[in-house]
């Protein structure tokens, strides 16, 4: 069993940037963040492929970057440019390598929230 621990959410304005932190208590193969806005379906935000590159979905790429420390054990997300549309609460995923899709990830963190103002 693995546990995720998401950190580095909070409060901040259209144009900023927030970055997010996942510590997994074990090896993972392939992490992800995915996030969920109020009154929406959860929607993958970024995952690692197995060949160590990552895929974004549309609405964020450009801005958002994903970087993963193996021996730390650590997925961070730097978020820039952030806007209105990316509040939501942002879940840390861990599973298989198989692409931004939640049928591939067996962990789930607790999630973090992000808010961005106008």
């Known amino acids: 069993q693995v546990q995720l621990v998401e950190s580095g959410g909070g409060s901040v304005q259209a144009g900023g940037s927030l970055k997010l932190f996942c510590t997994a208590s074990?090896?993972?193969?392939?992490m992800a963040w995915f996030r969920q806005a109020p009154g929406k379906e959860r929607e993958g935000v970024a995952v690692?492929?197995?060949?160590?590159?990552?895929t974004y979905a549309d609405s964020v790429k450009g801005r958002f970057r994903l970087s993963r420390d193996l021996v730390y054990k650590t997925l961070s997300l730097q978020m820039n440019s952030l806007e209105p549309d990316d509040t939501a609460m942002y879940y840390c995923?861990?599973?298989?390598?198989?692409?931004?899709?939640?049928?591939?990830?067996?962990?789930w963190g607790q999630g973090t929230q992000v808010t961005v103002s106008s």
């Open positions: 074990g090896y993972t193969y392939s």
């Open positions: 690692q492929n197995s060949d160590g590159s990552s």
């Open positions: 995923a861990a599973g298989t390598y198989g692409g931004l899709d939640e049928e591939y990830f067996d962990y």
